[in-house]
Structure formats: structure tokens, C-alpha cells
């Protein structure tokens, strides 16, 4: 199954969701999805959904999940990274009207530049990551590695995201 989550922020985000369900459509996406769809506007039709689910529900889906799909949000990042994931990010933009400012676009590179997510800045590049997910997440999970016990890693990341947080608010 692939979980896609647009978090609880007022603005739509239908360019994530109009995607996911042409893809699955489409058939380039042969598993089932489900998509927790927020104040969106748009309504899948070849996807299962929900606007809005409970916390517990949200990590057993991305627990469940074989690619978990988020916005840029932190909440939604860090539950996807607590429970093994490495999270497909597709960060809201201002331009769309999907959120106040391009804050989620510059968390989910400092993200990337520390191999933590797999990137999506173009909704058009998403068909490709989920065709290439696999070979992308082992790269990263292999190189995250390194022999370092993953509790400890997770610990250290994070306080170095609580950090990175901090200072993209004081800006």
C-alpha cells in the first residue's frame, strides 16, 4: 500500500492528490493507496481516502505503508522516519496557494541534503521516484547505516531536527 498524507493545514493541496489518483488511474501505480486528503478540494476517484484521520490511525497506515507520500510538514515527516520509513516528500508552495510561504521547501531540502527523504520539487518527477523508490531508499538506508544502532540514530536526528526547526522559525 502506498499512505500519502497532506496533514491538517487549512489550504488544499490538490496538486498532490489530483497526481496520486491520475496515477493510480493511469495504472502506473498498481497498489492500493490511500490518501488522508485534508481541506482539499479534490476528491480521488481511484484512490481510498479519508479528509481527516486520527494520530494512531495515521502511524498504523504509515506503519502498513510500503511508500509513505507526505507534504513537507514535520509531524508527518518524522512519524514516517520513526517508524523506518524513508519518506517520499512532496513539499507544499506558496505559488500553488498551498501554503503562507515556501518554509516546507526549504526543511525538506535540508532534509534531503542530509539523506534523510527522497524529494519531489516537481509534481510531474513523482511517477518517476515511485518507479525508482526502492533503488533511492536502499541507497539512502545503506548509507545511513554505518553501523550506528537506528535508536541512537533516530535520537540524534531528532535533536538535530529540533535544531534545524528552531532556526528556520527565527528567520
Do not use: W
Request: proline residues 4%; contains cysteine.
Amino acid at each position: 500500500m502506498i499512505f500519502v498524507t497532506v496533514g491538517t493545514h487549512e489550504q488544499p493541496f490538490d496538486r498532490l492528490i489530483e497526481c496520486v489518483d491520475r496515477l493510480k488511474e493511469d495504472r502506473k501505480i498498481r497498489q492500493d493507496v490511500f490518501i488522508q486528503t485534508g481541506y482539499s478540494q479534490v476528491t480521488p476517484r481511484f484512490c481510498l481516502y479519508e479528509p481527516l484521520i486520527g494520530f494512531q490511525e495515521m502511524n498504523r497506515k504509515i506503519r502498513e505503508a510500503k511508500i509513505v507520500i507526505t507534504h513537507g510538514g514535520p509531524g508527518s515527516i518524522m512519524s514516517a522516519l520513526y517508524s523506518g520509513k524513508i519518506p517520499v516528500v512532496v513539499p507544499r508552495r506558496k505559488e500553488f496557494g498551498e501554503h503562507v510561504d515556501n518554509h516546507q521547501v526549504l526543511f525538506t531540502k535540508k532534509l534531503e541534503q542530509i539523506r534523510k527523504v527522497i524529494a519531489v520539487y516537481d509534481i510531474e518527477d513523482l511517477e518517476g521516484c515511485l518507479l525508482d523508490y526502492e533503488a533511492a531508499a536502499a541507497s539512502l538506508y545503506a548509507q545511513e547505516a554505518g553501523g550506528i544502532d537506528p535508536t541512537k540514530r533516530v535520537a540524534e536526528f531528532a535533536v538535530s531536527l529540533e535544531v534545524l526547526a528552531r532556526r528556520l522559525l527565527e528567520k
